[in-house]
């Protein structure tokens, strides 16, 4: 059971690397397209430590979501492997076989039920894996900000749209157009606001499966003290009063 806790708490680290990514990357001429890619990686990762804390599932499916995690891990590891390197399989970290023997260890099986050449879902007892956009769905709700993650999908996959928002046709002086890059404040501190949330959000659940609600009283000050934040960088009300 530690373990899982430990893959958590590895997730809430991966959002913090995020976030402090995205704090490096920031100018005064930034477009809101980094910051966008960037809250993506942090909801990703902030997710999956959200899905592994849910509470009331108790200890064995907690443990079996982990195994799933793991079983699912190997097996893009091992197409990675194939392609790039045929013959090294366990070579470069986890293969699936080891994850199976591990679950199986610990009285469990995890199984990959496949749907098609190109679709399937990973099944442990009663537990199913949730897809990326299905998990991160979970995590957007508990987090208040619906599209978070359809918007910041649109600049990790450098949707057009996504692209074309950060830059504006002008004519200049000699009569030519030109495109000219064009930051815009709200979009770039909604996506730094948010970004917080992926790892606010799973840190509360662990914190009060652990029963630190001290801990817990702290960040319902911290998030609250955010709201100031907003105001003060006089983003549109409809952002923060809601």
Known sequence: MRSVYVAAALYLEHVLQSLRALAASLT????HYIPNCLARAAMEAGSQAF??????IGARRRVARFM?????GARHRAKQVKLTDPGAAGSYGETPEQAAALAEGLG?????RAQGHYRG???CEDQRLPGYTERNRMLEDAMFTAAAYSIYSGAIHAEWNAVIDNWESVTLEDGT????SC???VAVWGAVLVAAAPGVVPATRALRLLGHHARLTEVDTWASGSLDLM???DLPPGLWRS
């Open 108 to 112: 469990l099986r995890c199984e990959y």
């Open 121 to 123: 879902e990973w099944w």
């Open 51 to 56: 899905w592994l804390l849910e509470p009331g």
């Open 231 to 233: 105001r003060r960088t």
């Open 68 to 72: 799933l995690i793991r079983a699912s």
């Open 28 to 31: 005064p001429d930034s477009t």
């Open 177 to 180: 157009m030109a495109m000219v």
């Open 183 to 185: 930051p815009d404040r």
